[in-house]
C-alpha cells in the first residue's frame, strides 16, 4: 500500500497563488498516475489534474486548464500543483491520488485510484 503526504494548502485572496505537495512517503507510485482530485461541500469529488508517471504527461480539467501546472520531482516521489490566479470557486478539500498499475493513459475517474492522501483544504476569498 502507498502512503501519500500533502502539504502546502491554506488560504489565500482571490487572484493569489499556492503550490501543494504529494510525497508518496511509503511505497512507490510505479509506472501508473498520480492526480489530484478537490470536493467542495456538498458537491462530488473531481478531478482537477492528473499525471501518466512514465511520461509526465498531465492532463488538466477545463476549469483549471492555464492557471494549475503539476509536476513530478526527478525522483518521481512527489507530485505538486502550482496554482494560480485563483478563484473562489477553487475553494475544496484537495486529494492527491495514486494508481500503481502499469498505465497507458490515466482516467478522471476517482474510482480508478487506489490510495489516497489525507487531504488538504484551500481557501480562496473573494
Known amino acids: 500500500q502507498v502512503q501519500l503526504v500533502e502539504s502546502g494548502g491554506g488560504s489565500v485572496q482571490a487572484g493569489g497563488s499556492l503550490r501543494l505537495s504529494c510525497e508518496v512517503s511509503?511505497?512507490?507510485?510505479?509506472?501508473?498516475?498520480m492526480a489530484w482530485f478537490r470536493q467542495a461541500p456538498k458537491k462530488e469529488r473531481e478531478v482537477v489534474a492528473t499525471?501518466?508517471?512514465?511520461?509526465?504527461?498531465?492532463y488538466y480539467d477545463d476549469s483549471v486548464k492555464g492557471r494549475f501546472t503539476a509536476s513530478l520531482d526527478s525522483a518521481g516521489n512527489t507530485l505538486y500543483l502550482q496554482m494560480n490566479n485563483l478563484v473562489p470557486e477553487d475553494t475544496a478539500m484537495y486529494y492527491c491520488?495514486?494508481?500503481?498499475?502499469?498505465?497507458?493513459?490515466?482516467?478522471?475517474?476517482?474510482?480508478?485510484?487506489?490510495?489516497w492522501g489525507q487531504g488538504i483544504q484551500v481557501t480562496v476569498s473573494s
Open positions: 491520488a495514486v494508481r500503481t498499475q502499469y498505465s497507458i493513459y490515466c482516467s478522471s475517474s476517482a474510482s480508478s485510484y487506489t490510495d
Open positions: 499525471m501518466l508517471l512514465r511520461t509526465s504527461g498531465a
Open positions: 511509503r511505497g512507490s507510485a510505479g509506472n501508473g498516475c
